[in-house]
């Protein structure tokens, strides 16, 4: 079984003050990690995405996240937010593909950032 | 990555009526999924949509309320049948492309039950 747990729903910075958004997972299998980010009255957009290999991976718009397996942590960063960052992030998780793997992407509860100037 | 389309963007519907929901996009694909997002929730997973047979259903949702056709690589409804209040929600549509191990999403349909 897979899960994802997002700390704090409601995240608030300064303009030019470091993002960071937390994310936690469960799975009994290798996960595949993902970050998504949804504009107010859009659809979802990938941000970044952890599969295998190097364990920082960065993304669009100067976003970037570690997998942290000792820690089961997929954290957001980024090092100075800007107006256009205030969005609702999700943190997703799925089991690596192989051989009957689940397609199922299980999402936290999403974290709202909001940028004041 | 995926161009993804959904029609309608947005509808306002009538208790008891039906809605469906469609989805394109512009490369073959081999996994198209259906979710919905409550106010205020986060995602989740209704179906998976298989090419030329019968889709497969998350715990909690069932044939009859959301039937879902998908007659080839490119193309897929989805229907909410017999409306409540409690429907609205925000439906997505997302796609997995060959080979590939990330979901791309399309911009949603926004539904509103009165």
């Known amino acids: 079984a897979q899960s994802v747990t997002q700390l704090g729903s409601h995240v608030s910075v300064s303009e030019g003050a470091l993002v960071l958004l937390r994310c936690n997972y469960s799975s009994s299998v290798p996960p595949y990690l993902f970050w998504y980010v949804q504009y107010p009255n859009q659809g979802l957009q990938l941000l970044l995405k952890?599969?295998?290999?190097?364990?920082l991976v960065k993304g669009i718009n100067g976003f970037e996240a570690e997998f942290k397996k000792s820690e089961t942590s997929f954290h957001l960063t980024k090092p100075s937010a800007h107006m256009s960052d205030a969005a609702e992030y999700f943190c997703a998780v799925s089991g690596s593909n192989y051989g009957g793997a689940t397609n199922k992407l299980i999402f936290g509860t999403g974290t709202l950032l909001a940028v004041q100037p | 990555s995926a161009v993804i389309s959904q029609k309608p963007s947005r509808d306002i519907c009538q208790r008891g009526t039906s809605l469906t929901i469609q989805c394109q996009v512009d490369s073959q694909v081999t996994m198209m999924f259906w979710y919905r997002q409550q106010p205020g929730q986060s995602l989740t997973l209704i179906a998976t949509?298989?090419?030329?047979?019968?889709?497969?259903?998350e715990s909690g949702f069932v044939i009859d309320k959301f039937p879902i056709s998908r007659p080839n690589l490119t193309f897929s409804t989805l229907t909410v049948s017999n409306l409540s209040p409690e429907d609205s929600s925000i439906y997505l549509c997302?796609?997995?492309?060959?080979?590939?191990?990330?979901?791309?999403f399309g911009p949603g349909t926004r539904l509103t039950v009165l």
């Open positions: 949509a298989n090419q030329g047979s019968e889709a497969t259903y």
């Open positions: 997302s796609v997995r492309l060959a080979g590939g191990n990330t979901q791309y």
């Open positions: 952890y599969t295998t290999g190097a364990t």
